[in-house]
Structure formats: C-alpha cells, structure tokens
C-alpha cells in the first residue's frame, strides 16, 4: 500500500518480498516509517514498532503507512470499511490480525510526507478521524467477542460488555466515544435509530452499549448534526483570521491578545505568506486546540487573506493583524453587535488606538466615521482616494463574501479595492 503522495526507499519492495517468502505464516508485514517535509528532508522516525508478546494491535498503536500483506489472507476479511473516514488503514490491520500474523520490521522504508495545510488537518476531519478510530477498534471487539462467544459458553452481550468495560478503562479515546453516545441518546438526536421492542425501558447505560454493539454510527453525518444543534442552543462561533509574513517581533502578543478573550467560542485561523524568520517556530511553540495554522508559498497579502477566507471554519469572521492586538472583550463586544443586526454584513471599530513598536499606547486614536448609510461611501471612495473605514478588527459575515466576492490579486491596497 503506497499513498499517492508519499515514497518507498529504494529497498522497500526487495526487503518485503523476502520477509514475505520466508515469513510464509505471516499475512500482514509492515515496517518502519520516516516523517518528511513536502520535499522530503527527512524529520524524523515513526512510531511503528513490534506488537508485545501476549498484546495485540488493539493495544498498541504500532502498524502505519507502509503495510503489505498476502492477498489470501486479505480474502478472509470483510476488506476496507467505506464508512470508517480516514481511518481506513486502522481498521483493516484490526481485520487482517484477526486472521493472521502479523510482522514487524525494524527497517524505514516508507517516506511519509507531512503537509502543514493538509485538509485532513481540520477540525472538522480530525473529529470525525478519531472517532473513526475508535469505531474501529470497537468493531474489531465485537467481532473478537463473537468468535469468543461461538467457541465458549458465555453470550456475545457479557463478553462485549466486559470488553468494553476494559475498553472504557484503558483507552481514552473509547471512553470519549461512550460520553458522545450517552449525549446523543440523553439529548434524543439518534432519531433514526430502528431501537427494538422495550428499549423505553432500558436505562441509559444499556441503551449506549445496545447502540456501540449493533448500529454503525455515521459520525461524519452526526458532527454536522451536532454542528446545527450548537447553532441553535449556543453562541455563534467566529472565525479569528491572522494573515501574517515575516511578523515574528510583534505576532505572539497578537495570538496572545486572541486567546485572552472573555468571549470562547472562536478559532484562530493564521495563514503565513511564507515568513522566512521565526514566525512559523513561534506559532508552533502554542498547544491550544483553537488555533489552526496554514503555510503557503509567498504571494501576497490578498491572496492569503482569500486563502483564510476559504478555510474560515465559521459564518462570521474577524479579522486581526499578527501586528496587532486587541482588548480582551473585543470579540465579545463585535458578536454582541452582529446579533443584534442580523440584517448588517460588515461592522468594524469607531477609533483604534495606536502603539508603538513594544506594544505601548502612545495616546494617539485613528477615528472612522458612520457609513451606516454606505450610499455615501463611493463618493468617498473617489473624492478622498483611501479607506474611510479599517478593514483590521473588522468583523464580516460570509454572505457578505458571497454577495461581492473576495479580495483583488494586487499588491498593498486589496483593502480599498475591496472597499
């Protein structure tokens, strides 16, 4: 198995074909792996390793990327799940060990190439991705505790319950997967679900473990539900949008200003225009979950703010500048106006008080008239020959995007053309 965007070493093939002539019991071999950058410098070693004696890949996240197997054993599986999204591979090492051995080989054969704004990346993805996984390893139990439950005296439901007990216990992931079932059926989103007779009688932990062991849970699908059901019962997300170049003295006080709001319910979005100092080192030295990075080639500053647009996880997104910084209740106070004027597209600050290079006020404010009227703006445009209204710190809805389009190709003045 060789993705389209990876590479093997020069040895690969050779080395397995001989593992697989002498090795004939084994239906699955896999091998080391090397993470790469998008040109291939190699960064460094993967994690596959050895499964333990006694162990089992259940246990150890241990098989990735370069894995070949021998097609008559692949026949004895029900083969890749279309339904477990982008874990696809997990899945069919579960099935493959449940019908043969497996190998390792401590050897790096595989080049596996890491892009920084692979859309797998996204939030959205990476959620369904990992309870992809975990709906994996669940499927593999059931299958493991219906041949126990075939070869021994205990039923298929005490053996999956313990087994899921365990489960719960020993892996995080799982237990995650349990706490998301027991919402969806508390707060009755599972509206499809063909439940049999006298299940209104179950309590709730019997309804979840009836739910993980016969219905095959479409997460893609839910997390959108659970997308729509947030829309409705919470505040609106917003989309922090930082487009960057080169900004490493001042762009940690503008993430840091971000990650200080009162108001929780963001991402920031931060797309480098291909900075060639520390900038990307300093954004990657942040954990927090919210933020979301993207590195491109250089361009422009127009075309990585389109760029930011396109990738906007939310409805309304806010633009900060990574020279800038803002209030702590500064994206509270923009939402709070854009709720109240469902009919407004564009809002955008009063004054904005202007710093000096280390971050301190000098005392001076830039103040923006009320176009609230826009009919007036176009004469503006043309009389006066620059913005009368601040694109940073401004907050646009996406139909308004829709309606007008996205920022012309041109250099330093995107913001005017847009205007």
Not at 287 to 298: C, K, N
């Amino acid at each position: 198995v060789l993705d389209s965007d990876d590479c093997l070493a020069p040895r690969a093939v050779e080395t397995m074909h001989i593992k697989h002539v002498r090795l004939s019991d084994c239906g699955l071999i896999y091998s080391q792996f090397v993470f790469c950058g998008e040109d291939l410098t190699q960064r460094k070693i993967g994690f596959c390793r050895e499964i333990p004696p006694g162990g089992t890949s259940l246990d150890a996240n241990a098989v990735s990327h370069f894995k070949t197997f021998k097609i008559r054993d692949y026949l004895k599986t029900p083969g890749y799940d279309e339904n477990i999204l982008y874990a696809e591979d997990i899945d069919i090492v579960y099935k493959m060990e449940e019908v043969a051995h497996l190998k390792f080989v401590d050897d790096c054969l595989y080049l596996h190439r890491e892009a920084p704004d692979s859309l797998s990346r996204s939030p959205n993805k990476i959620n369904v991705s990992i309870m992809s996984r975990v709906k994996a390893r669940i499927n593999a139990l059931k299958r493991r505790c219906s041949v126990s439950a075939e070869q021994g005296n205990q039923s298929f439901d005490q053996l999956f319950r313990r087994a899921v007990a365990e489960a719960r216990k020993k892996y995080e992931d799982v237990e995650q997967y349990f706490i998301i079932l027991t919402k969806l059926c508390e707060n009755g989103m599972l509206t499809d679900v063909n439940w049999p007779e006298g299940a209104g009688r179950w309590g709730l932990e019997d309804a979840v473990l009836w739910l993980a062991a016969n219905v095959d849970v479409q997460f893609d699908k839910l997390f959108e539900l659970i997308g729509r059901h947030k829309a409705v019962n919470s505040e609106p997300s917003v989309t922090v949008k930082m487009v960057t170049y080169n900004a490493e003295k001042f762009i940690r006080q503008a993430i840091d200003s971000v990650l200080a709001q009162t108001y929780r319910n963001f991402e920031l979005l931060i797309v480098d225009d291909g900075s060639t100092d520390a900038t990307a080192q300093l954004i990657a030295s942040y954990s927090d979950s919210r933020i979301r990075y993207i590195r491109m080639p250089h361009k422009n500053g127009a075309i990585a703010t389109n760029r930011a647009i396109a990738e906007a996880e939310s409805d309304c997104i806010l633009r900060v500048d990574s020279d800038d910084f803002i209030e702590p209740s500064y994206v509270e106070k923009m939402v709070a106006c854009a709720r109240q004027h469902p009919e407004i597209d564009f809002f955008y600050p009063g004054r904005l008080a202007l710093v000096d290079a280390a971050g301190n006020p000098t005392g001076e404010h830039w103040g923006y008239p009320d176009f609230s009227d826009n009919s007036t703006l176009p004469a503006f445009l043309f009389d006066k020959g620059y913005g009368p209204i601040p694109n940073p710190g401004s907050l646009k809805r996406r139909t308004l995007y829709d309606r007008v389009g996205v920022y012309d190709d041109v250099d330093s003045v995107e913001d005017f053309v847009f205007l």
